[in-house]
């Protein structure tokens, strides 16, 4: 009787080996044919002038950042809330607790000043 991780490494192997498959058969038998147009940089259409290394706000990083993980833990809330009748007090409770982690998150970045957009 064979052991049930070997399922898991099988499937380990066939998770890693697929994507790795594609990425070399498109490398092997995609087209190369570059010239001058196709190796310039592109931005949005408008040939760059002068550096074109600039650096970023990390304020855009860390407001995407933000976003993500607030919506990300929507969908987590969401079997919460479906759920909400049927679940009892110790879940409620916790689902309470859960929120209140996240106020405190929202509280923090609002308070350190992630959240004005200058």
């Keep these: 009787m064979p052991s049930e991780w070997i399922y898991i490494g099988i499937f380990s192997l066939i998770a890693l080996a697929l994507p790795a498959a594609a990425i070399l058969m498109a490398g092997v ?3 190369k044919k570059p010239n001058p147009i196709k190796n310039s940089t592109y931005e949005c259409g408008i040939e760059t002038t002068g550096e074109t290394w600039v650096q970023f706000r990390p304020q855009y990083y860390i407001f995407g950042l933000l976003f993500l993980i607030f919506d990300v833990e929507t969908v ?4 919460w809330a479906v ?8 879940a409620v409770i916790e689902g309470i607790v859960f929120i209140l982690i996240l106020l405190g998150g929202l509280l923090y970045a609002w308070r350190v000043g992630a959240l004005s957009w200058q």
């Design 83 to 90: 759920g909400y009748r049927v679940l009892p007090l110790f």
């Design 29 to 31: 038998l995609g087209p």
């Design 76 to 79: 987590f809330l969401f079997p």
